[in-house]
């Protein structure tokens, strides 16, 4: 079969034909669908029935899985899924809709801000495959923002002002914006913020794109309200609808993005039935900035 990609979105977005995810790729699907990741930064892959260990498999075609610890506040022995799969669904272990008040599925709706995954780790993620096992049958959609088509479109004194920033993201700036402000010590330390750059380059194809996401919350040397308007700024600028593709879930629909290109967020849906996604996240292999040294 021969992997070919039509545009879905004026500046990004590939829908894939030609590929069976399920099966083993050979050197010239997997360099096909690289390079269809380094120009679209999001593919999407119809009626892929995987499992697991497919997705995994699939997944790490394109380089080592990410270590999840340190990414979520769900205790090992709650989780429904196996090391290796990140659960993003609303589903306890039981396979239920997890309880109103469950602190787990109040964490988790920070994901319905924009960001990008695993901006809050010193070395931020390469890509993230979401396979839908459950589709809602509300709302959920995941909408995607292209932030090298943003970054474009900045004036040149806004693209020379944000050049050499640095943001520092922590989970707890993300969560923290929507009320959620107690964490035990434990977390307090896994949630440390990190730096990145605010400005990256593809490492490919040399794209700048602006590096935000809802767990920026500081920018080194700047006072915090300064830093926090300019970020809403750039992020308001970066998701207007010209920049914004809106996926709409079909059972079996396996979408991957490059976390370096873009943001995401989930829309809300309807908490009471079952939303069942499932991410692999494949590791990036580099920090985007210098860190501090903490004693
Ligand atoms: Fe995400």
Not at 127 to 132: E, K, P, Q
Not at 283 to 291: C, F, I, K, N, V
């Amino acid at each position: 079969m021969t992997v070919a990609i039509r545009q879905l979105h004026p500046v990004f977005v590939g829908e894939v034909s030609g590929v069976d995810v399920t099966a083993p790729l050979t050197a010239e699907e997997v360099a096909a669908i690289e390079a269809g990741m380094d120009r679209y930064a999001v593919l999407v892959f119809r009626d892929q029935q995987l499992t697991d260990e497919q997705q995994m498999a699939f997944s790490r075609h394109f380089g080592p899985l990410e270590d999840a610890r340190g990414g979520n506040i769900t205790k090992p022995e709650d989780k429904r899924l196996r090391v290796g799969m990140n659960d993003v669904s609303n589903l306890g272990r039981d396979g239920r809709p997890l309880a109103r008040d469950s602190r787990q599925r109040l964490f988790n709706l920070g994901n319905m801000l924009w960001h990008s995954d695993s901006s809050f780790r010193r070395i931020p993620a390469r890509y993230s495959l979401l396979s839908a096992r459950v589709v809602n049958p509300v709302g959920g959609n995941t909408e995607f923002a292209d932030m090298r088509a943003a970054y474009d479109a900045l004036d040149p004194a806004t693209k020379a002002q944000i050049e050499a920033l640095v943001c520092e993201h922590s989970l707890m700036y993300s969560r923290g914006s929507l009320g959620m402000l107690d964490y035990s010590d434990e977390e307090r330390a896994m949630f440390r913020p990190v730096r990145q750059s605010l400005v990256r380059r593809h490492p490919v194809t040399g794209r700048p794109s602006l590096y935000l996401s809802s767990h920026a919350g500081a920018i080194v040397g700047m006072p915090m309200p300064e830093a926090r308007i300019l970020l809403r700024d750039l992020t308001e600028h970066a998701t207007q609808p010209r920049f914004v593709y809106v996926h709409r879930w079909r059972q079996w629909d396996l979408v991957m993005w490059d976390n370096r290109q873009v943001m995401h967020r989930v829309r809300r849906y309807d908490e009471s039935q079952p939303r069942d996604m499932r991410r692999t996240t494949v590791a990036g292999d580099a920090p985007t900035a210098a860190q501090v040294e903490v004693a």
